[in-house]
């Protein structure tokens, strides 16, 4: 890591909580990371030390504002989640991301597989890296993960065409455009809030279609 300055040369004030970049390249990047962000958020809501955030400036070098990265998504385990942040301050914080995922485009390709690459692999030490390309657009494959194995970045492979992650223990896969987690252990799709509450209404609908049903059959008995 670069050299660390003065706890004295700035205050938590210097490092700004934006950079003046938008969320996501495009309406479909940012629901890519809207949805991520949700569903994982919901995955560990019950435990108090993951934390789960969406394009949330990143300082890595006290004393350094510029020295700053701003991840899609990501997933800390082991900090407390009720803390209030506005940034993250990596010397604050006492760790860095476990997990990150980048909604990647054409216009960010070089700063996703190389510059953030290199970051999240020799500085920032995170232990998963994927790469999503929701257009479909140059990523082949769309979707890529890396895991850090003594010290280096190497390629996850699929498993029954998910890539799995170690660190969350879900598996990514694409779907169309978006990005689906899948839980192995019990079965499961991890759902949206939106996508959960749909299914609530399907369920009610069927039931009420029912208990009409049998309504009709006891009247014409």
């Known amino acids: 890591m670069a050299t660390v300055f003065p706890s004295t040369a700035h205050t938590d004030r210097d490092y700004p909580t934006r950079d003046g970049r938008p969320l996501g390249e495009t309406p479909l990047h940012r629901k890519v990371i809207i949805e991520l962000t949700e569903v994982l958020e919901t995955r560990h809501a019950a435990d ?15 004393g350094n504002p510029r020295r700053h990265v701003s991840p899609d998504v990501m997933v800390v385990f082991g900090i407390p989640k009720d803390r209030l942040r506005d940034t ?81 223990g879900l598996h990514l896969e694409r779907e169309g455009q978006h990005l689906r987690l899948y839980d192995p252990a019990n079965q499961l799709w991890l759902h949206t809030t939106q996508e959960n509450l749909e299914q609530a209404e399907a369920e009610v609908e069927r039931l009420r279609r029912e208990l009409e049903a049998l309504r009709q059959r006891l009247g014409e008995g």
């Open 48 to 62: 108090p030390m993951v934390y789960v955030s969406g394009n949330i400036m990143l300082y890595y070098e006290l």
């Open 88 to 168: 993250y301050l990596l010397w604050k914080e006492g760790k860095g991301p476990d997990f990150i995922i980048e909604a990647t485009s054409v216009s960010t390709a070089k700063e996703d597989q190389k510059v953030k690459f290199r970051l999240y692999q020799d500085v920032l030490k995170v232990r998963e890296y994927f790469l999503f390309d929701p257009r479909d657009e140059y990523l082949q494959p769309s979707l890529q993960g890396f895991r850090l194995q003594d010290g280096r970045y190497v390629a996850i492979l699929p498993v029954d065409g998910r890539l799995p992650s170690e660190t969350t």
